[in-house]
């Protein structure tokens, strides 16, 4: 046994990852890395092996040699290892969600980052942390953001929450203009450097569509009470609104450091210097807008398959992959991942969903409806 926190890192190499290493780097008297998992990026997570000497490495898509473990049983090993305190979910996509709900079966606290575990599993995943002894911790900023203002007030106080959202690169562009957005103007996040895919979530706005989901399971709030608005500075993270009308705000610059550590260490804090300190006057003045909902129609057509809830939010967050996989591979424009993730929304026939088969059969149904939609 040890005396400091064991912290399982999935995605190490990613965006996430790395960022949770440079904390994890800071914070060794406090806590170690159990094990670090990635797909591909074989160089890189050597590197990150040779620099916290886990008890684990998996490379997913690895052929096990140099002790190493492969494959998704590799991944599930890392979730669930002894040692591992925290679970630290930094995978990008539905890939992650076996990983989520392996280690809520195992009693951990989840970091949460992979989103998407929640909006195709949103009942399942919460049901399981409770049943199981596991806990959900949000590492997106916005939820981050909500849990530090909620903590320490009762459930019952809470009137509604506002996601703030950044907007993406497009959020001045006219919608024509908008259509025809190329990857490298969609990779161009004016105030975060993130993951590919999330970057283009964040520029169609179906990551704000992921993120109310997200936060309808987190924080147990009907749709109708969780709103999103336009803030470009991305300096508030989010808004908390109380049944008496009072507002509470969490702030900083933009850094995922922050809600990554506040994710291990929720709901105490502990000293950290690593990132650059707010100043308010260098963050300027803060500017808020509207959704244009016209020209981003994803975060409408993501909160109503929330609402719809079943299995739309799998297909929703099923059909948004495959787009933006495919507009990222040059073969569809940037306008086509909202125009089919709306057709198979349309075409989906939603069922009720139990347990985590239907979950996945509703998510292979949508994948391969939007391939066939986009011709591939
Ligand atoms: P990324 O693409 O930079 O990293 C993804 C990581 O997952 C990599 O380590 C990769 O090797 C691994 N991975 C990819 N496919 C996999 C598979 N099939 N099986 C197992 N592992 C796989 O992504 P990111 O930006 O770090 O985002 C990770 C998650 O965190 C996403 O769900 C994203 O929405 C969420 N998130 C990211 C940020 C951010 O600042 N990057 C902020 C909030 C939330
Ligand atoms: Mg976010």
Not at 193 to 216: F, P, Q
Not at 267 to 288: K, S, Y
Request: hydrophobic share 45%.
């Amino acid at each position: 046994m040890s005396a400091t926190v064991g912290v399982a890192v999935l995605g190490s190499t990613g965006s996430i990852g790395r960022s949770a290493l440079k904390v994890l780097a800071r914070q060794r008297d406090r806590f170690h890395v159990v094990a670090l998992t990635a797909f591909g990026q074989q160089e890189q997570l050597e590197a990150q092996a040779a620099g916290f000497h886990p008890a684990l490495v998996a490379l997913v898509n690895g052929n096990g040699g140099n002790g190493w473990r492969s494959g998704r049983a590799g991944l599930v090993e890392a979730a669930t290892h002894p040692d591992a305190d925290i679970v630290l979910n930094g995978i990008v996509g539905a890939a992650g969600l076996e990983a989520t709900l392996a280690a809520l079966r195992a009693g951990k606290r989840v970091a949460l980052a992979n989103k998407e575990s929640l909006v195709m599993a949103g009942e399942l995943v919460m049901r399981t942390a409770r049943e199981c002894g596991g806990q959900v911790v949000p590492v997106d900023s916005e939820h981050s953001a909500v849990l530090q203002c909620v903590t320490g007030h009762r459930p019952e106080g809470v009137q509604r929450l506002i996601l703030t959202a950044s907007g993406g690169p497009f959020h001045a562009w006219d919608a024509e203009r908008v259509r025809h957005a190329t990857v490298a103007e969609a990779l161009n996040h004016p105030t975060w450097r993130m993951g590919r895919k999330i970057t283009v979530d964040s520029a169609t706005l179906a990551n704000k569509a992921l993120e109310v989901i997200e936060a309808h399971f987190l924080f147990d709030l009907p749709y109708e009470r969780i709103e999103a608005v336009v803030h470009p500075q991305s300096v508030i993270h989010s808004f908390v609104e109380f049944v008496d009308g009072s507002v509470l705000a969490q702030l900083g610059f933009p850094n995922m450091e922050l809600p990554i550590l506040y994710a291990l260490t929720h709901p105490e804090r502990i000293p950290d210097t690593g990132v650059a300190r707010f100043d308010p006057v260098a963050a300027g003045p803060l500017t808020f807008e509207p959704v244009r909902t016209e020209v981003f129609p994803l975060l409408a057509l993501g909160r109503q398959a929330g609402l719809t809830g079943g299995s739309a939010p799998a297909a929703f967050n099923a059909a948004n992959e495959a787009a933006v996989a495919a507009f990222l591979a040059g073969r569809a424009p940037f306008g086509r991942i909202a125009e089919v993730v709306e057709m198979v929304l349309e075409e989906q026939i939603v069922t009720a969903v139990s347990g985590l088969e239907e979950i996945l059969e509703a998510d292979a149904w949508g994948r391969r409806r939007a391939g066939e939609l986009l011709g591939s």
